[in-house]
Every structure is written in structure tokens, then in C-alpha cells.
């Protein structure tokens, strides 16, 4: 026996089968998540990447350290916050080990040219990019750092040691 879908219909059914597919569903709502990122002698790891890994099939939040270590956690699609689970935390901080020349004289092309000359055979180019977090934090296979997402509002404290 032929069904007969109106518009209405037909727009319902697919709109039903996008939210379905999307994932939509009250359990991965995100609840706000800060927290404190310190090295093993207190003192504030800056301007590092946070991640949030989901040991419970969630999904991953993202946050980056202030200058007090202070981040603030945004899931990656359940909007701002993390869904309540378990997590590994992995933890990244690069910066490029060259420094700008600090005196920038060039009046035309040539000066420019050779300045990008002197500067490759004092440093070598390109510069070379370096992890300032240990590698055992860079990975979620290795990371030790673990935590367990709750309830709303709730404060993490993760501590890094230097040495590992």
C-alpha cells in the first residue's frame, strides 16, 4: 500500500533524521568547566593547550592557559563547556627559539635581502619550533593526566612536572 507524504511531512522526517544523526540529545549537554594549569613547583604554565580527551565516548573540549594558568574548557561539539565523563588530558606549549632582530635598519629591497641573509647564517632558517611541555603530557596514549567531569561550574587543578 503507497504512502502519501505532504511537504510537512517529508520536512519533519528529514529533520528528524538530521537532529538523530547530529547527536543531539540531552546527554551531551556541556556544563562550564575552568581550571588551573601549574607546573610541580606552582608555578603557572602560560599560553599552553589544553585538551580534554574522552575516555567515555563524549566528545573533546579545548582551552588555552592565561598567563596564570587559568583556562577555560569549550567542547568541541556540545557547545561551550565539557559533557560530564572521564577524560586524558593532554597538554602542548610551543614557541619558536628565535628571537626579531632588534635592530631593523633597512631603507630599500637590497638592506631587506641582506638583513634575511645575516639573520640565516647567525640562526639558520627556519627556525626551529620546540614543545616547552614535557612529551609524556603531548599524547593522549601517554598523558598521566586524567579527569573525571562532573558537575556544573566545577574547578580542575592539573600539575605538570617538569622533569618527566
Not at 563524549?58 to 577524560?87: C, I, M, R
Amino acid at each position: 500500500m503507497p504512502v502519501n507524504l505532504s511537504k510537512r511531512g517529508i520536512l519533519l522526517l528529514a529533520a528528524t533524521a538530521v537532529l538523530g544523526a547530529s547527536g543531539c540529545s540531552p546527554a551531551a549537554t556541556a556544563v562550564p568547566v575552568t581550571g588551573h594549569l601549574l607546573w610541580d613547583d606552582g608555578k603557572p604554565v602560560s599560553n599552553a593547550n589544553v585538551r580534554f580527551v574522552p575516555v567515555s565516548g563524549t566528545h573533546e573540549a579545548v582551552g588555552q592557559t592565561d598567563k596564570a594558568g587559568t583556562f577555560t574548557l569549550v567542547s568541541t561539539g556540545a557547545g561551550n563547556g565539557v559533557v560530564p565523563g572521564e577524560y586524558k588530558v593532554v597538554v602542548s606549549k610551543s614557541a619558536a627559539d628565535t628571537a626579531p632582530p632588534a635592530k631593523f635598519d633597512a631603507k630599500n629591497p637590497e638592506d631587506v635581502t641582506k638583513m634575511m641573509k645575516d639573520m640565516a647564517k647567525k640562526k639558520g632558517a627556519p627556525p626551529r619550533v620546540t614543545d616547552q611541555v614535557p612529551e609524556i603530557y603531548r599524547s593522549e596514549q601517554t598523558t598521566p593526566l586524567t579527569a573525571k567531569v562532573e558537575r556544573a561550574d566545577q574547578k580542575i587543578e592539573l600539575k605538570l612536572k617538569k622533569g618527566s
